[in-house]
Nanobody, 127 residues
């Protein structure tokens, strides 16, 4: 059973950086793709970025492109989200997720395409 655990959230000023981590605490990742989503209070969960576990192909939401970078460390079974130039509107709970669906990353942008989820980590960006 895949168990995803996020870490690295916190409080940061606008313009600052944070790096989120997502580790599989039970066994090696075997999913096709991994993704990051976020959910702000009163809003739906939205796609942030995704990466294929094997090839490392990436895909980003327009709102974070050029500011965020998704990566993975296969020997460590860990995925990362480097967030730079943070804005107050990036404030949300960030979730990592795993998908076994072998589809173009551009279609793995909705929560229902993912099979496993972490518990989330809070990111707060102050102005």
């Amino acid at each position: 059973q895949v168990q995803l655990v996020e870490s690295g959230g916190g409080l940061v000023q606008a313009g600052g950086s944070l790096r989120l981590s997502c580790a599989d605490s039970r066994r090696a990742f075997s999913s096709y793709a991994m993704g990051w989503f976020r959910q702000a209070p009163g809003k739906e969960r939205e796609f942030v970025a995704a990466i294929t576990w094997s090839a490392g192909t990436t895909y980003y939401a327009d709102s974070v492109k050029s500011r965020f970078a998704i990566s993975r460390d296969r020997p460590k079974n860990t995925m990362y989200l480097q967030m730079n130039s943070l804005k107050p509107e990036d404030t949300a709970v960030y979730y990592c997720a795993a998908s076994g669906r072998i589809l173009p990353l551009s279609t793995l942008t909705t929560p229902n395409r993912y099979d496993y989820w972490g518990q989330g980590t809070q990111v707060t960006v102050s102005s």
